[in-house]
């Protein structure tokens, strides 16, 4: 038994080996460590020392969008896929014009109109200038956490919405057989299903709201990309903030990717029937 083991794991080690010597993957890996060295040793990195505090300000404004809005925003999906697919029409209309505006508008145009707009009124009523919530209503960073958060929805609604109706209804009859309620049904078999088919595409829409993060600077939020834009307005540097946050953002993509697939891999052993 322990050789077959040791054969197996000699197997898997010689198979990681080969991916490694791929041309596909060793050729990306050299042309990193290359141009790594030449930045490093040819462009000029001194403004980090001025610049890292606001740098990682910037990067944990960042990282708590994304985290944020995308949690957010997929709590928010689930009701609207839903109804979308069970009704009723007076839930399922207005669920179905929702991701319709949003995912037809540009999110700049919704973030402007959130801030610009929204916020601008809030100064006319006394009895909001005079809440307690007014020194953060006057602030930036809630309108660009709802503006992310309702993009999110909108496009992951959607999403589950074709993942709850690709959920075989064999299933749901089976449940119904076995006498659980549509509460019980809904928790272990429909869901899990609906995650289980929805999870590569959230896995490319939690990188796209990565992506979008840096519209947030165009209403005064400080990310990781505006202070990149800082540094280049004060230092005359172009290349160098913009190389390091596209290496930021890929780093990020990377963690997000590998977060979902450990989360895909553990569901694929786990059949919600197996739960009931």
């Avoid at 060295?37 to 000029?44: D, E, P, S, V």
Wanted: aromatic share 12%.
């Amino acid at each position: 038994m322990s050789s077959a083991l040791d054969a197996t794991a000699r197997e898997a080690r010689a198979g990681t080996r080969r991916r490694w010597l791929d041309a596909g993957t060793l050729t990306p890996v050299i042309a990193a460590i290359l141009f790594g060295t030449y930045a490093a040793l040819q462009m000029r990195w001194d403004w980090l020392e001025t610049y890292y505090p606001l740098l990682l300000r910037g990067l944990g404004m960042t990282v708590l969008l994304v985290v944020v809005t995308s949690s957010l925003g997929m709590l928010l999906a689930i009701p609207i896929g839903l109804v979308q697919v069970v009704g009723p029409k007076w839930l399922a209309l207005p669920a179905r014009a929702f991701c319709t505006v949003i995912r037809g508008t540009p999110l700049l145009l919704q973030l402007w109109l959130l801030y610009y707009g929204l916020g601008s009124l809030f100064p006319q009523f006394p009895w909001i200038r005079d809440s307690a919530l007014w020194p953060i209503l006057r602030q930036a960073w809630p309108y660009a956490f709802l503006g992310l958060t309702l993009s999110y929805a909108a496009y992951e609604g959607e999403v589950f919405r074709g993942a709850f109706k690709g959920v075989p209804k064999g299933q749901l009859d089976a449940a119904r057989a076995y006498g659980m309620s549509g509460l019980l049904m809904f928790r272990r078999i429909w869901l899990p299903q609906a995650f289980k088919r929805a999870m590569p595409t959230l896995a490319g829409e939690t990188i796209l709201q990565l992506k979008a993060t840096p519209l947030v600077a165009t209403i005064t939020v400080i990310d990781v990309y505006s202070v990149a834009a800082q540094v280049r307005q004060q230092t005359y540097l172009t290349y160098e903030p913009l190389l390091l946050i596209s290496a930021i953002y890929i780093l990020m993509a990377v963690v997000i990717t590998k977060v979902f697939a450990r989360l895909s891999g553990q569901g694929q052993d786990n059949t919600a029937l197996s739960k009931s």
